[in-house]
């Protein structure tokens, strides 16, 4: 019999406990952002897709084709491509696909590249039903943005 009102005294004070933690966050300000009203502001360590940088002056991609990114990827989601012009000693990046329905976030990407070509987007608001959507040429959006 002493066990069954241990256990109720044990059980009222948890629900004691429990409703004062309760009642103390009633009463702490609301931390909830009301999203398709307000905007959110991403902060600078925000992990969106990868997205290529351009060198200031010519405007074309960092990227001098190694394809670390690539190799370094566990996911498999980078495709390089590049060519090797005429009288040129380095390759041209001709093709950086990323297919961001298989990646990670996982930032080994942008890690093992050395020449300071890609880093993280600041994209946050992604919403499709085609998968098509999710697969980024990031060259052609490079040109865009320039």
Same mark, same amino acid.
């Not at 360590?45 to 002056?57: A, P, T, V, Y």
């Not at 085609?130 to 040429?137: L, M, N, P």
């Given at each position: 019999?002493?066990?069954?009102?241990?256990? !109720?005294?044990?059980? $009222?004070?948890?629900? !004691?406990?429990?409703?004062?933690? $309760?009642?103390?966050?009633?009463?702490?300000?609301?931390i $909830?952002e009301?999203?398709?009203? =307000?905007?959110?502001?991403?902060?600078?360590?925000?992990?969106?897709?990868?997205?290529?940088?351009?060198?200031?002056?010519?405007?074309?991609?960092?990227?001098?084709?190694?394809?670390?990114?690539?190799?370094?990827?566990?996911?498999? @989601?980078?495709?390089?491509?590049?060519?090797?012009?005429?009288?040129?000693?380095k390759?041209?990046?001709? %093709?950086?696909?990323?297919? =961001?329905?298989? @990646? #990670?976030?996982?930032?080994?990407?942008?890690?093992?590249?050395? =020449?300071?070509?890609? %880093? =993280? #987007?600041?994209?946050?608001?992604?919403? #499709?039903?085609? %998968?098509?959507?999710?697969?980024?040429?990031?060259? %052609?959006?490079?040109?865009?943005?320039?």
């Amino acid at each position: 019999m002493s066990d069954y009102w241990s256990d !109720v005294i044990n059980g $009222t004070r948890s629900l !004691v406990i429990g409703m004062n933690i $309760t009642v103390r966050e009633l009463f702490k300000p609301v931390i $909830t952002e009301q999203y398709p009203h =307000f905007v959110p502001v991403m902060t600078p360590r925000f992990r969106g897709h990868i997205e290529l940088i351009g060198n200031e002056e010519t405007g074309l991609p960092n990227c001098v084709v190694c394809g670390m990114c690539q190799r370094a990827c566990p996911s498999s @989601c980078i495709t390089v491509a590049g060519e090797k012009p005429e009288g040129s000693k380095k390759k041209v990046l001709t %093709k950086y696909i990323l297919d =961001f329905t298989k @990646c #990670s976030l996982c930032g080994s990407c942008v890690e093992s590249c050395n =020449f300071n070509a890609i %880093k =993280f #987007s600041h994209d946050y608001n992604l919403a #499709s039903t085609r %998968k098509e959507d999710y697969i980024f040429d990031l060259v %052609k959006r490079l040109e865009e943005q320039s």
